[in-house]
């Protein structure tokens, strides 16, 4: 299942679901059947059936929370390396422009840390530290927004056509107009 700040759980929601799961628990040692405790609950009947298998198994400790699905591949430490190495740009470390996109920011994280990352696993990465991705403006340093506006104004609305005809239509696209 995928979240939308793209990462697991936060620790209230672990924390919470572990609270679930040791109620479910109580239900277990009662004799509650598995669709009763999913109703009570407001869980699937499916994963009531598994807590219930792992309980029988491990206990209350088996329906536990055992953290993180997995463990990120930069660390904090690694982290904010990357960023003092972001913030240099991409010129300091040789692309000619400074335009900071993906794949480059993939590159530099092989070329700094030898790990390889997808470039989807980056963009999550960087938005659960607060990035986000941004399109620069691209307009001409000789660019004259008074001459602009000028034209929006003025030459714009005589060379784009207007909406609707002027005349009576069909309501057929086939036939034209009967009269």
Request: proline share 6%.
């Amino acid at each position: 299942m995928r979240y939308p700040q793209g990462g697991g759980l936060t620790a209230e929601r672990q924390t919470f679901r572990e609270h679930i799961r040791m109620q479910a628990a109580e239900l277990f040692a009662l004799g509650h059947g598995n669709a009763a405790i999913a109703r009570q609950l407001r869980v699937s009947v499916r994963s009531v059936q598994r807590w219930h298998q792992a309980w029988e198994h491990g206990g209350k400790p088996a329906l536990m929370s055992k953290g993180q699905a997995s463990r990120p591949k930069l660390s904090e430490a690694l982290f904010e390396v990357l960023e003092q190495e972001l913030a240099k740009g991409p010129v300091a470390h040789g692309w000619p422009d400074q335009t900071w996109t993906l794949a480059r920011i993939k590159t530099l994280i092989g070329r700094r840390f030898h790990k390889s990352m997808t470039l989807s696993a980056i963009a999550q990465m960087l938005h659960r530290h607060g990035f986000s991705h941004q399109v620069p403006a691209r307009r001409a340093s000789e660019r004259d927004e008074d001459a602009v506006t000028g034209w929006v104004k003025q030459t714009w609305p005589q060379v784009e056509t207007p909406w609707r005809r002027s005349g009576p239509g069909s309501a057929s696209k086939t036939k034209p107009v009967s009269r």
